[in-house]
């Protein structure tokens, strides 16, 4: 298991040394107890609709293992846009304002899934023709925030991080070829506990041998300097109820609305 600090939300500089160091920092009471609850009724709506429909087999993060896919549309997801608890870490991490939402999704283990292989969220976006820089020599670009619907413990899934592998040009190992440490590097903490992370960061599911379903709900930023091209779209009714600083978040994401 993993020995992880979990910050307070006001430990803003602490938070983001620690994310710059590790690729990932957790920060404890993200969500007000009203905020979690909401969001838990969101997911486990979600996940009744997804798993009636599809078999543990064919989940499209292998058995027994789903995305949420894109949910920004949906109130207990565009909530977690503009939270104060986590805009002013990455506000910090950044050293900017000026960065975008990229959507918002998450997802979950079902009991009997399997241990998911090592990865990283992010292929590389530089063409170097010299061969010499990578997408590992800049900042984080991409940054998802993901929030504990659970307790997450090591019998229910709890996610693995290997530490400080955001900038490293090492090939991820494979599953077979993983050593000990880095399959009990598992980070457990409380539900409502969010975990700010380099998407970079190797990180993988564990097995799910509990009776419960494990949830992870999420929001996605690009940083001020990177944009790309996001599968999230919002209706412009939904969009018209967010907050002005949510709408200036979601701006590329509205439909007919700011192209970056």
């Given amino acids: 298991m993993l020995n992880v600090e979990i910050l307070s939300p006001d430990q803003i500089e602490k938070a983001a040394t620690l994310f710059h160091r590790d690729g990932f920092v957790a920060i404890k009471d993200a969500l007000t107890p009203a905020q979690l609850q909401t969001a838990q009724a969101g997911a486990r709506r979600v996940i009744a609709q997804q798993t009636a429909a599809i078999k543990l087999e064919e989940a499209n993060r292998g058995f027994a293992r789903y995305s949420f896919g894109d949910q920004t549309r949906h109130p207990e997801w565009s909530m977690l846009i503009d939270l104060p608890t986590i805009l002013p870490i990455l506000n910090h991490i950044w050293s900017s304002e000026d960065y975008c939402c990229s959507g918002a999704g998450g997802d979950y283990s079902v009991p009997g899934a399997k241990i998911q292989h090592l990865h990283s969220d992010m292929g590389d976006f530089f063409h170097d023709p010299l061969g010499q820089a990578t997408f590992h020599d800049v900042p984080a670009p991409f940054i998802v ?116």
Avoid at 146 to 160: H, L, Q, S, T
Avoid at 181 to 194: D, F, K, Y
Avoid at 202 to 225: F, K, L, Q
Wanted: proline share 7%; hydrophobic share 35%; charged share 25%.
């Fill in 145 to 260: 925030v993901n929030f504990m619907m659970v307790d997450f413990r090591r019998e229910n899934g709890a996610i693995r991080f290997v530490p400080c592998t955001q900038r490293s040009r090492h090939a991820v190992p494979k599953l077979d070829e993983e050593p000990e440490w880095m399959q009990n590097s598992i980070l457990c903490a409380p539900a409502g506990t969010a975990v700010i992370r380099d998407v970079r960061c190797w990180h993988g599911g564990t097995a799910n041998t509990s009776d419960e379903i494990r949830p992870m709900t999420s929001v996605g930023y690009h940083a001020p300097w990177y944009r790309t091209r996001s599968q999230s779209k919002l209706p412009r009714d939904v969009y018209d109820t967010f907050s002005p600083r949510a709408q200036e978040l979601c701006r590329g994401l509205v439909e007919n609305g700011t192209s970056f």
